[in-house]
Nanobody, 124 residues
Framework: QVQLVESGGGLVQAGGSLRLSCAAS????????MGWFRQAPGKEREFVSA????????AYADSVKGRFTTSRDNAKNTVYLQMNSLKPEDTAVYYC?????????????????WGQGTQVTVSS
């Protein structure tokens, strides 16, 4: 079992920055990869980023590449999503998720555990 709790969402102007955090508990943190997904109103959940168990490899959606950075602190059981140069189209509920296989897939179906989500709103 893995419990995930996101924090750090909020309202920000376009061009601004936010850092999301996802605190994990339960199963040993270093045994699974982590992903970030988002869902805007009326749209399907989409992949944002992923990071492997060690943090040695990351992957990003084209829409956020160069603006978002994911990292993890295995000593704190926490994964982060640093979001810079935010755009109104980044507005969504952001979710962190755990991939127990450890690969950090782009597919939401590969993730077994999900957080409750945190709202990010970017005003123009």
């Amino acid at each position: 079992q893995v419990q995930l709790v996101e924090s750090g969402g909020g309202l920000v102007q376009a061009g601004g920055s936010l850092r999301l955090s996802c605190a994990a508990s339960g199963r040993t943190f270093t045994t699974y990869a982590m992903g970030w997904f988002r869902q805007a109103p009326g749209k399907e959940r989409e992949f944002v980023s992923a990071i492997t168990r060690s943090g040695g490899m990351t992957a990003y959606a084209d829409s956020v590449k160069g603006r978002f950075t994911t990292s993890r602190d295995n000593a704190k059981n926490t994964v982060y999503l640093q979001m810079n140069s935010l755009k109104p189209e980044d507005t969504a509920v952001y979710y962190c998720a755990a991939d127990l296989r450890g690969y950090g897939s782009r597919l939401s179906s590969s993730y077994e555990y999900w957080g409750q989500g945190t709202q990010v709103t970017v005003s123009s």
